[in-house]
């Protein structure tokens, strides 16, 4: 039976990621063909990750000895915020990735927050609940030692151009069509399907089905089939970042720290080869000139140090996939990266169109299906990462202040979190109920809202009594981290390892 063909326009992180899914699960009755030009090039920012990279690598088979060396990589046990709330004792907080045996300590922390909650002097700062917080503080490698009986989930930080390029080059092995052509212009059939893109030269690439990995550029999705773009600006206001990056640590974190500055927030992401710092900021409250000063500040850059200012436009796609066109990456939305969620929600994106596809569900009730849920992502990721806005206590800024007196429009599901919290309610239970633990859990809702010390004045407070107490044994906790993490290998170690037994060919 003769394949029907597939065209993937686009090939950054997101197209190779989708050419490598697709190749892998319906490249029996599909020719997977992927065009890109290399005159536009890729974004090349995006450095953190969240597990959901290591669920793709181990998806399509590729090992990070094989990976991780190619494209400078680290690993990230989760995301340190410094200098978000500016409370007392609430400087800094980490937002780990899940370790299973942190579900016990989340119910301890879950405990002590409901008595500080209600007024109690308890200890419910998250950071000595967190197990990937105590691996990142030391700087040890979180991939489960051998026999280890825990999972640990951890995710990755990367050069961004160089994963682009390990995955073009694995996918190109592994059978896809590969096409530097510049697309100019796109030919809709009389049934408004895409029947063809068009190259400068008036060349006609046909296909049945059309995946627009074109990035912020939308070629298909919002060019071609004019789906309209919902924006996010109102509620996340940050719309324009500069990078830099400085010479590599001898010992490199495990951990991004994502640092509240001025008029946004920077973060510093340990590559093999280097530390990138990005600064995400809101035009309307500082210039790029000033921006870029406040981030050679903090990465504590010389005036020769080359930065790179880019535009970014916050929101998403009112329809996702549209007639014979998914939309994947950068052209479907984007969330400015204080959780590094995008290639997260690009890898969701395309795993739940294979599921769809590759079963032949593509009647318009499954499209619609699709649309809601992929939305439904979207806007749950733009309300987790509202809130740190939301719950800020910082006062040298009106950035700041007006992000917390006077915000943009507060969805209905972030203001019954904050009722329930304030009411001394069932949080897990209201997250259920609302259908939004399933893009941040329960724990990462207790993480966030400890972390930025949302509760009682410290100087309301009441003492605990031994009953209050409970269970709850902060050195117990303390010292089972100590034991376990005998166990785990530094992270230098660990890299150094990756680095060598690929040289060797091992
Ligand atoms: C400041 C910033 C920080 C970020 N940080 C993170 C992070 O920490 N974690 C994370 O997960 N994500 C992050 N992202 C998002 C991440 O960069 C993207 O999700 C990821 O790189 C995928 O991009 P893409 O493949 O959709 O688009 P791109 O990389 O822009 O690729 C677009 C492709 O389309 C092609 N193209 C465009 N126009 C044409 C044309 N006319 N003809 C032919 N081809 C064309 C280009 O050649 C290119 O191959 C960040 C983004 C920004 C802006």
């Known amino acids: 039976m003769k394949k029907k063909k597939l065209i993937i326009v686009g090939g950054g992180t997101a197209g190779w990621m989708a050419a490598l899914m697709l190749q892998k699960y319906v490249s029996d009755c599909w020719d997977i063909a992927l065009i890109e030009s290399s005159k536009r090039g890729v974004i090349g920012v995006g450095e953190g990750s969240t597990p959901a990279l290591k669920q793709f690598f181990d998806e399509v088979g590729i090992p990070e000895e094989s990976w991780m060396p190619a494209c400078g990589a680290t690993y990230k046990t989760g995301i340190t915020f410094d200098s978000w709330a500016g409370k007392t004792g609430f400087d800094s907080y ?103 893109v068009i190259d400068e030269h008036g060349e006609h690439y046909c296909a049945d089905w059309f995946i627009d990995c074109s990035g912020f550029a939308a070629l298909l999705i919002g060019g071609a089939l004019g789906v309209p773009f919902k924006s996010y600006a109102d509620s996340l206001w940050n719309d324009s970042a500069v990078t830099l990056a400085m010479p590599a640590e001898d010992e490199p974190a495990c951990e991004t720290v994502s640092t509240a500055l001025k008029h946004g927030w920077a973060w510093r992401i340990p590559l093999q080869s280097r530390v990138g710092y990005g600064y995400v900021y809101s035009s309307r409250y500082t210039s790029r000139e000033d921006a870029e000063a406040e981030l050679r500040a903090h990465a504590a850059a010389g005036a020769g140090t080359e930065v790179r200012h880019l535009s970014m436009r916050v929101g998403r796609r009112e329809y996702h996939w549209v007639k014979n066109c998914v939309a994947v990456g950068l052209s479907q939305g984007f969330i400015e990266p204080l959780e590094a969620t995008s290639l997260a929600l ?72 904050f009722s329930c919290w304030f009411d001394s309610g069932d949080l897990p239970g209201l997250l259920k109920h609302l259908k939004i633990d399933g893009a941040y859990s329960n724990h990462s809702w207790h993480y966030i809202l400890c972390g930025m010390g949302v509760f009682p004045d410290a100087a309301d407070l009441s003492p605990v009594t031994e009953e209050d107490r409970g269970k709850v044994d902060l050195e117990r906790i303390c010292d089972f981290f100590n034991r376990c993490a005998i166990n785990h290998e530094s992270h230098k170690d660990a890299l150094e390892k990756l680095v060598n037994g690929s040289a060797s060919g091992n």
């Open 346 to 417: 690009t890898q969701q994106t395309i795993s739940r169109f294979i599921h769809a596809f590759k079963d032949g569900n593509t009647t318009q009730d499954f499209v619609d299906i699709f649309n809601r849920a992929v939305n439904k992502s979207y806007d749950d990721v733009r309300d987790y990462i509202s809130v740190h806005f939301l719950t800020n206590s910082r006062t040298d800024s009106p950035y700041w202040v007006d992000n917390r007196e006077r915000p943009g429009p507060v969805s209905k599901e972030v203001k019954a979190v």
């Open 94 to 196: 980490f937002h780990p990735f899940y370790s299973h045996f942190d579900r016990d300590h989340v119910k301890a922390l879950v405990h002590n927050s409901l008595l500080r909650r209600a007024g109690k002097d308890a200890h419910a700062h998250p950071d000595v609940f967190s197990y990937n917080h105590y691996l990142a503080k030391k700087k040890l490698c979180p991939v489960p030692p051998y026999h280890f009986p825990f999972e640990i989930q951890y995710g990755y930080h990367f050069d961004a151009g160089l994963l682009a390029q390990f995955l073009k080059k694995t996918a190109v092995e592994r059978g896809v069509n590969h096409t530097d052509r510049l697309i100019s212009d796109v030919q809709l059939g009389a049934d408004g399907q895409i029947a063809a």
